[in-house]
């Protein structure tokens, strides 16, 4: 009996981590309006330097730029993850650059 209420113990307390890990992570969804991590951010610096050669992604007024206009108006950014958009360029310089459903790319690169 007492090793039933341990496992009983332990489940509820599990359970219970799990629903309070969920709730504060959602809880910028809720409260913001937007999660605090926006997987794209990395593809979209790949991309700007696969096509540019430069690590930029906005203009002086933080307006996120065009990859054409990156060359004219951007300036270098101070994303943390480097490594994650430099490899996402060397993938797309092997594949080659989709034209559409680029998220569907990002989404199979996150899961490796």
């Known amino acids: 009996m007492s090793k039933l209420k341990h496992s009983l113990f332990i489940s509820l307390f599990l359970l219970t981590v799990f629903i309070l890990a969920v709730i504060v992570w959602y809880s910028l969804v809720l409260f913001k309006g937007y999660p605090a991590y926006i997987m794209t951010n990395n593809a979209l610096m790949g991309r700007n ?3 540019t050669g430069l690590y930029s992604v906005e203009n002086d007024l933080n307006v996120f730029l065009a990859s054409d206009l990156i060359e004219e108006q951007g300036h270098l950014s101070t994303y943390g ?24 790319y990002c989404l199979f690169l996150f899961m490796l």
């Open 49 to 51: 330097v696969y096509l």
């Open 81 to 104: 993850n480097k490594l994650t958009s430099l490899l996402y360029a060397k993938v797309f310089k092997i594949i080659g650059l989709p034209s559409e459903n680029i998220l569907f």
